[in-house]
């Protein structure tokens, strides 16, 4: 648990190490004011030596031992003091607190004479910080301060009348006190434990100010922070990251939010540009349908094509000698007769027949075009006229819209003319009844300048549009194929559409069908104004015309 908790690990590792610092702190501290104590309670002791000594000379000046032990008495019954006593130099104890060890020796070896008598010779001269000592009393309860302080050969001691010690004795005898410490260990005890327990007090309270400023300012722009990356992995964009402060991590959290605007907008940009290339993809696959149904189609009709001249050639000359004798029989006979109504339909359908074939030859044979510039309004006009007699007599009323300022076209005006003619028939069998046809023309506008903003004419368009019965949508992909017709027997061969959609290609054009059933269709036919090659790629005989 602590491995993925970064709050637990910090408060963890700062707790111990606020309570080993402060551990150390208190014991550095403790230590000090113990030596600091005990160096009082060592000036103390020697300073009541002193005393002891100070007060003790003139008695034995006077040679008044019980004075000077009366003295002893009473200094060592003082709080603190355990043992005072006064010890001659041969190691006798002369004077004492305690009645019972007067007249006993001490050894050099005793822990009180041992730091004097580590030699030999004894020293004569102890510094201060070397007059005491701290040992652990013989009961082992608690420890005692012990101080030597030496009673030294003066000249009035010297010199009096009583003193039985020669001049040359520098040290007469030694004052031992015996300090207690453990009113004072008691002291440092309890202390220790006061300063422990403000010690943890401080460190918990420290722990817990800490621990404050690290969820504000550390542990919340962490968690914004995780939750932030949490929600960009899950694909949420839109929840930006609060910035708390203007330190590093606010710094951090308003680049978050820079970086997820960022991405965002990238998104959208990437989603812009997936809708822009599947619209490519799908205008890219369109084309490439159509450039196969094109291709299809002009296998399709080179095959019908062969087949056709194929038939054509068969069929021409039989129907000639038919049409050639029957023509003559016809008029060897009387008009009005039987047999002449007999041959007449003979010879009508027979004419039918070539009709078809010459058809056949023409969609079967590739008719170098002749072209040339052309009013194509005049081509309209003209073809107009010649439908327009027959289509009266079924009440259709055909009305043309031709733009007077449209520029002339390259091409075969010939073979446009029979694009508008098979258009035209189609268009007025397609009618059962009174109707309409409308002829259009005009040119479309392309831009071919950036720079300049300039515009020019680069086709025409030729619109033919009738309110017949239209094109079922099964049938829309099939109008353009050979001998594919929707008319009742003996009134279309299917020719006439494949012929004008190879008319139309060839000269670099399009044609294109809208059709509502029920409502009418719409043939539009767009033109090059120019020829689709270069004039330097113009054969020789399309640069003479």
Request: net charge negative; charged share 25%.
């Amino acid at each position: 648990m602590i491995k993925n908790n970064l709050k637990l690990k910090v408060s963890v590792y700062l707790f111990v190490a606020l309570s080993v610092a402060t551990a150390l702190t208190t014991l550095l501290f403790i230590k000090h004011r113990e030596a600091e104590m005990q160096d009082m309670v060592a000036a103390h002791v020697m300073q009541i030596a002193d005393v002891v000594v100070a007060s003790t000379r003139y008695t034995m000046l006077l040679n008044k031992r019980d004075i000077a032990e009366r003295i002893i008495e009473d200094v060592g019954k003082q709080k603190g003091i355990e043992r005072l006593r006064v010890i001659s130099k041969d190691g006798t104890i002369i004077h004492s607190n305690s009645k019972s060890e007067i007249g006993y020796t001490v050894e050099q070896q005793d822990e009180s004479c041992i730091g004097c008598h580590q030699t030999s010779e004894p020293l004569k001269r102890v510094a201060d910080d070397k007059r005491w000592q701290v040992f652990t009393n013989p009961a082992g309860t608690h420890r005692v301060l012990t101080s030597m302080h030496a009673i030294r050969n003066e000249p009035t001691c010297a010199s009096a009348s009583c003193h039985e010690h020669p001049a040359s004795q520098s040290v007469l005898g030694i004052v031992d006190i015996a300090y207690s410490l453990e009113e004072i260990d008691q002291s440092m005890q309890e202390h220790a434990l006061h300063i422990a327990g403000v010690s943890f007090a401080s460190i918990l309270m420290l722990a817990l100010s800490l621990g404050y400023l690290l969820q504000r300012m550390i542990y919340l722009p962490l968690k914004d922070l995780e939750t932030g990356a949490k929600k960009i992995s899950s694909g949420d964009l839109g929840q930006p990251i609060p910035v708390r402060s203007a330190d590093e991590f606010g710094r951090v959290a308003g680049s978050f939010n820079d970086m997820t605007a960022a991405l965002s907008h990238a998104r959208v940009e990437l989603k812009e540009l997936i809708q822009e290339l599947e619209s490519k993809v799908d205008e890219r696959s369109r084309e490439l349908l159509e450039a196969r149904a094109e291709v299809a189609q002009g296998e399709k009709l080179a095959s019908i094509g062969v087949l056709a001249a194929g038939i054509a050639h068969e069929l021409n000359n039989p129907l000639t000698g038919v049409l050639t004798f029957t023509s003559l029989m016809r008029k060897k006979v009387l008009e009005g007769s039987e047999d002449a109504e007999d041959l007449d339909l003979v010879i009508r359908e027979t004419k039918r027949c070539a009709s078809i074939i010459r058809r056949l030859l023409d969609f079967a044979r590739e008719k170098v075009p002749v072209k040339g510039f052309f009013n194509l309004n005049q081509v309209v006009e003209d073809t107009v006229r010649f439908v327009e007699r027959p289509a009266s007599l079924q009440k259709i009323v055909i009305t043309t819209d031709l733009d007077p300022d449209l520029p002339q076209i390259w091409g075969d005006a010939d073979l446009i003319k029979q694009v508008v003619l098979n258009i035209l028939v189609n268009a007025q069998q397609a009618i059962d009844g009174a109707g309409t046809i409308v002829v259009m023309t005009r040119a479309c506008i392309a831009k071919t300048s950036q720079q300049n903003d300039e515009k020019r004419p680069s086709m025409v368009e030729l619109a033919i549009n009738d309110t017949g019965c239209g094109i079922p949508e099964a049938n829309m992909q099939r109008i353009f194929d050979p001998f594919f017709t929707s008319k009742e027997v003996g009134k279309g061969t299917g020719l006439g559409l494949s012929v004008s959609y190879g008319i139309v290609k060839a000269h670099g054009g399009e044609i294109k069908v809208a059709s509502v059933v029920g409502q009418g269709t719409t043939f539009r036919i767009l033109l090059p104004i120019t020829s689709p090659v270069s004039e330097g790629e113009l054969s020789s005989d399309e640069k003479a015309q």
